[in-house]
């Protein structure tokens, strides 16, 4: 079975432009999560949506990003414009069930270079 | 809400030798246990889990965790580490109610053979 799936794998851009992640969740995983990772913070959870919906904001750094899922097996995570500060690894998660159990099922990252 | 500590943040160890990475959750209540590893260049994974019954879990590779719930701690061991568990290591806990699964800053280890 495919994992979950994310693109770009690498991403390298200039300030101020606009950045969009992309990730497909495990097929029948109704939860789906974008944390970001930095050396000096770890693992940080962005949101989460439970049936396409946002049920968790609070971890959005700010007005410059943004996060949608318009289905089940599709997510973005939009930042705009982006900054240094936001060079990170992106990972999206996907996990079965209404509620999160905890286990979830990560994709490879994207990792994003903002010059 | 919850915070997770790990005290170790790189631990080097020869093959052979025993490991423990420490991991302090910041207060009580009903708590759900985790450790994930992450491989060099690769995603990260479950390792094992705590729900409830026995505090010592064992996991996948010969790994175990013991939840001793009046010192907020879920430390893993493993007793004789391989250079194959070179990866960084993520103690996370759910908090009963909520719905954030809360990483801590992960331990790198580095096996040497």
């Known amino acids: 079975d495919a994992g979950v799936i994310q693109s770009p794998r690498h991403e390298v851009t200039e300030m101020g432009q606009e950045v969009t992640l992309r990730c497909k969740p495990i097929?029948?995983?109704?939860?789906l999560f974008w944390y970001r990772q930095t050396m000096m913070r770890g693992l940080e959870l962005l949101i989460y949506?439970?049936?396409?919906?946002?049920?968790?904001d609070s971890g959005m750094p700010e007005d410059r990003f943004s996060a949608k899922m318009p289905n089940a097996s599709f997510s973005t995570l939009k930042i705009q414009p982006s900054e240094p500060r936001d060079s990170a690894v992106y990972f999206c998660?996907?996990?079965?069930?209404?509620?999160?159990?905890?286990?979830?099922?990560f994709g490879e990252g994207s990792r994003l270079t903002v010059l | 809400a919850q915070s997770v500590s790990q005290h170790n943040h790189h631990v080097i160890l020869s093959e052979a030798a025993s490991l423990e990475l420490g991991c302090n959750y910041s207060?009580?209540?009903?708590?759900?246990l985790f450790w994930y590893v992450q491989y060099p260049g690769q995603h990260l994974q479950l390792l094992l889990k705590?729900?409830?019954?026995?505090?010592l879990v064992k996991g996948i590779k010969g790994f175990e965790a013991e939840f001793i719930k009046s010192k907020f701690s879920f430390n893993l061991r493993k007793p004789s580490v391989q250079w194959s568990d070179t990866a960084e290591y993520f103690c996370?806990?759910?908090?009963?109610?909520?719905?954030?699964?809360?990483f801590g800053t992960g331990t790198r280890l580095l096996v040497s053979p």
């Open positions: 996370a806990v759910l908090e009963g109610g909520f719905q954030k699964l809360v």
């Open positions: 207060y009580g209540g009903t708590v759900n």
């Open positions: 705590y729900f409830s019954g026995d505090p």
């Open positions: 998660a996907s996990s079965h069930g209404s509620e999160n159990t905890g286990e979830l099922f």
């Open positions: 949506f439970n049936n396409n919906v946002p049920i968790d």
């Open positions: 097929s029948g995983h109704n939860s």
